[in-house]
């Protein structure tokens, strides 16, 4: 069972540097989503990608961060001269046509010095 | 707009207790609404769904019903293992009845520890 992938599982960078993750959903899924998560919290909403198309931004979502969905599969979620306020866990997820239901990978924690 | 409250934690108990996490929402229509668990070191897992009002929604011993007169979603277990010491989140989708297939909305966890 081939579930939703990130890589990489975690990144430790120094402020100002850029970041870029990766996210490989379950594949005859065409919703993707990212998240963000911070101790103690729940997720927040970062976008939502259906197939190519990103058809939804959270405010969350600075100019810094830029997310893609090139071809529909994977998706990458960029951020640009990182901060420390941008030290969290960044959940991707996906979903099958009509459904509510995300099924959400292992995350990729990020760590900014 | 849509909102989840879950109790706070942490919530710790022995092996075998019984345990109650709450959680209310407030949402326009009727939602579906989702228990998620997070594992030490793991992504989210669903762990139970109510797809409308009255529903009951189990699984691994863990059930929640689906109240819409006090926009509740609380999630029990008669006996709980060490096994299920992990974080529990409570779900919103969006848009009740439209077509809107973005953001789940998240309360904000409950920790639970169980000792043996």
């Known amino acids: 069972d081939t579930g939703v992938s990130q890589n990489p599982r975690h990144k430790i960078t120094k402020r100002g540097q850029n970041v870029t993750f990766r996210c490989d959903p379950i594949?005859?899924?065409?919703?993707l989503y990212w998240y963000r998560q911070t101790l103690g919290q729940g997720p927040e909403f970062l976008t939502y990608?259906?197939?190519?198309?990103?058809?939804?931004k959270s405010r969350l979502l600075s100019d810094r961060f830029s997310a893609e969905r090139p071809k529909g599969s994977f998706s990458t979620l960029e951020i640009q001269r990182t901060e420390q306020g941008d030290s969290a866990m960044y959940l991707c997820?996906?979903?099958?046509?009509?459904?509510?239901?995300?099924?959400f990978g292992p995350g990729t924690r990020l760590t900014v010095t | 707009g849509d909102s989840v409250t879950q109790m706070e934690g942490p919530v710790t108990l022995s092996e075998e207790a019984f345990l109650t996490i709450n959680c209310t929402y407030t949402a326009t229509g009727y939602p579906s609404l989702f228990w998620y668990v997070q594992y030490p070191g793991e992504g989210l897992q669903l762990l139970l769904k109510?797809?409308?009002?009255?529903d009951k929604g189990s699984n691994k011993g863990f059930e929640a019903t689906y109240r819409k007169e006090t926009t509740s979603f609380h999630l029990e277990k008669g006996s709980v293992q060490v096994s299920d010491s992990a974080v529990y989140f409570c779900a919103l989708p969006p848009n009740a009845g439209g077509t809107s297939y973005g953001k789940l909305t998240f309360g904000q966890g409950t920790i639970l520890t169980v000792h043996p």
């Open positions: 997820a996906s979903s099958p046509m009509g459904s509510y239901e995300q099924y």
């Open positions: 990608f259906q197939n190519e198309a990103q058809l939804e």
């Open positions: 109510a797809t409308k009002a009255d």
């Open positions: 594949s005859e899924h065409n919703r």
